[in-house]
T-cell receptor, first 112, second 110 residues
Framework: NAGVTQTPKFQVLKTGQSMTLQCAQD?????MYWYRQDPGMGLRLIYY???????DKGEVPNGYNVSRLNKREFSLRLESAAPSQTSVYFC???????????FGPGTRLTVT | DAKTTQPTSMDCAEGRAANLPCNHS???????VYWYRQIHSQGPQYIIH???NNETNEMASLIITEDRKSSTLILPHATLRDTAVYYC???????????FGQGTELSVKP
């Protein structure tokens, strides 16, 4: 039981490049989330998916798109990366919106 | 969501109880108090949550004041592995949106 897995672990992009961060969970959870964490700060919610087939914006959605591919997978896409998107990205999942969230190990992204 | 106020940092001796306070004076009647922690560079880990009654699980105890304007997370016998940033979060059940503040950096010292 791997829990929440994220790929890649590290990534360096040039300004303007695009990439997709992958997240998968094997706990049969309905809800999934994407957060970012800047140095010395708490996490901020980017997007979340209450259930398969739905997505909603969080606090800081600008510059990102998401896809809930199926119940297990929730991806985050940066269409045109900017240095301001340098951050650590965490994916999380929960049984549904009422329950505690389980977090993945994070993806460390640097945009130069 | 109600805002929370936590001390920036705290120290605790190994083996002693760690008591982490949190103020949430604007909490609404339907909002729960959640505690998560983040051990260096890892993803946050859920600890405990409660509405108005005190709660206990295998990790910690949560004491919520009667007026619900503040709470305390208690780690009964802190170990070096409990060194982490602890986040107190207030959110309505089912809202799903956790708003993380700066948290309290707890250092457990030998």
């Amino acid at each position: 039981n791997a829990g929440v897995t994220q790929t890649p672990k590290f990534q360096v992009l040039k300004t303007g490049q695009s990439m997709t961060l992958q997240c998968a969970q094997d706990m049969n959870h309905n809800s999934m989330y994407w957060y970012r964490q800047d140095p010395g700060m708490g996490l901020r919610l980017i997007y979340y998916s209450a259930s398969e087939g739905t997505t909603d914006k969080g606090e800081v959605p600008n510059g990102y798109n998401v896809s809930r591919l199926n119940k297990r997978e929730f991806s985050l896409r940066l269409e045109s990366a900017a240095p301001s998107q340098t951050s650590v990205y965490f994916c999380a999942s929960s049984v549904d919106l009422r329950y505690e969230q389980y977090f993945g190990p994070g993806t460390r992204l640097t945009v130069t | 969501d109600a805002k929370t106020t936590q001390p920036t940092s705290m120290d605790c001796a190994e083996g002693r109880a760690a008591n982490l306070p949190c103020n949430h004076s604007t909490i609404s009647g339907n909002e729960y108090v959640y505690w998560y922690r983040q051990i260096h560079s890892q993803g946050p880990q859920y600890i405990i949550h409660g509405l108005k009654n005190n709660e206990t699980n295998e990790m910690a105890s949560l004491i919520i004041t009667e007026d619900r304007k503040s709470s305390t997370l208690i780690l009964p016998h802190a170990t070096l592995r409990d060194t982490a940033v602890y986040y107190c979060i207030v959110s309505a059940l089912g809202r799903g949106k956790l708003i993380f503040g700066q948290g309290t950096e707890l250092s457990v010292k030998p």
